[in-house]
Nanobody, 127 residues
Framework: VQLVESGGGLVQAGGSLRLSCAAS????????IGWFRQAPGKERERVSY????????RYVDSVKDRFTISSDNAKNTIYLQMNSLKPEDTAVYYC??????????WGAGYPYFGDYWGQGTQVTVSS
């Protein structure tokens, strides 16, 4: 099983980035994929979630209307489009896969959600 994040980088406030999470080694449609982030000195927190079976999505309030999660099932890849980035979005972003049904685990947050994790990608937003 492998989850590989990419797309992080340095961007100015107000800018955009698109993160990718490429999955392999498991049946993609049997899992939900969540994005988490962890800033220095802070706990890992939920960002967004997609159920690969029915396409339903979730967002935490701090990223609603700015971030969009999507899935390309043909490529086994999840994307996180991040617009209107703010300095407080600076963190290492991780994707995690959880066997469906996953809603209760997503609700519980880290470390309850995530059977598999990627290595993370750094996002830095300068002011």
């Amino acid at each position: 099983v492998q989850l590989v994040e990419s797309g992080g980088g340095l961007v100015q406030a107000g800018g955009s980035l698109r993160l990718s999470c490429a999955a392999s080694g498991f049946t993609f449609n049997d899992y939900a994929i969540g994005w988490f982030r962890q800033a220095p000195g802070k706990e890992r927190e939920r960002v967004s979630y997609i159920n690969n079976r029915d396409g339903s999505t979730r967002y935490v309030d701090s990223v609603k209307d700015r971030f969009t999660i999507s899935s390309d099932n043909a490529k086994n890849t999840i994307y996180l489009q991040m617009n209107s980035l703010k300095p407080e979005d600076t963190a290492v972003y991780y994707c995690a896969a959880h066997l469906l049904p996953a809603d209760p685990y997503w609700g519980a947050g880290y470390p309850y959600f995530g059977d598999y994790w990627g290595q993370g990608t750094q996002v830095t937003v300068s002011s």
